[in-house]
């Protein structure tokens, strides 16, 4: 979904629904599930509000086992002609919202939702709350079964330990 700046109406913009941004990802396993945009303009600025939800396939980094991840972000954007169409620097980021720039009058708005819903994307995904992970000796994954092996020795322990053997002797 490009939107033409000039051609944004006095009252705005609406999008609602997922329907409004057909193939809004460039992966295709991504899934729109939710959006809600409204599109505003002052002048040449113009700003973008709403939330978008999302599912993206992601692997766990603890069990290391593919999963969807549901992600919900807010969109809060500032978008300024870029240098490109106005010759002229603006101060970016006198506030609290993000400030983008935009060129030939064009607004790409899926650009928009893909870049929210990557920003959401956990560094650390986890499958589940609590998720076991794999044994760090036999390597199961302990979501799926219990393995035998005793609990590894906490490495924060070790000094501890060493004066404690030492003291006993
Ligand atoms: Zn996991
Ligand atoms: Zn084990």
Request: charged share 30%; glycine share 8%; proline share 8%.
């Amino acid at each position: 979904m490009v939107i033409r700046v000039s051609d944004i109406p006095e009252e705005g913009l609406r999008f609602e629904g997922p329907e409004a941004f057909p193939e809004p990802f460039q992966d295709r396993a991504w899934r729109l599930e939710a959006a809600e945009l409204a599109v505003d303009k002052d002048g040449d600025v113009v700003f973008v509000h709403g939330l978008v939800r999302s599912r993206v396939p992601q692997v766990c980094s603890r069990c290391l086992e593919p999963y969807e991840a549901t992600v919900e972000a807010n969109v809060d954007t500032r978008l300024v002609p870029g240098a490109a169409t106005r010759g002229e620097e603006r101060e970016l980021g006198r506030d609290d919202l993000e400030t983008d720039v935009y060129a030939h009058d064009l607004i790409d708005l899926n650009a928009l939702l893909e870049t929210e819903t990557t920003l959401g994307l956990s560094m650390k995904p986890l499958c589940r709350e609590g998720c076991g992970g794999l044994c760090p000796t036999c390597g199961v994954n302990r979501n799926a079964a219990p393995c035998a092996c005793p609990p590894a020795a906490d490495p924060r322990w070790s000094p501890l330990k060493g004066l404690a053997d030492r003291l006993s002797k």
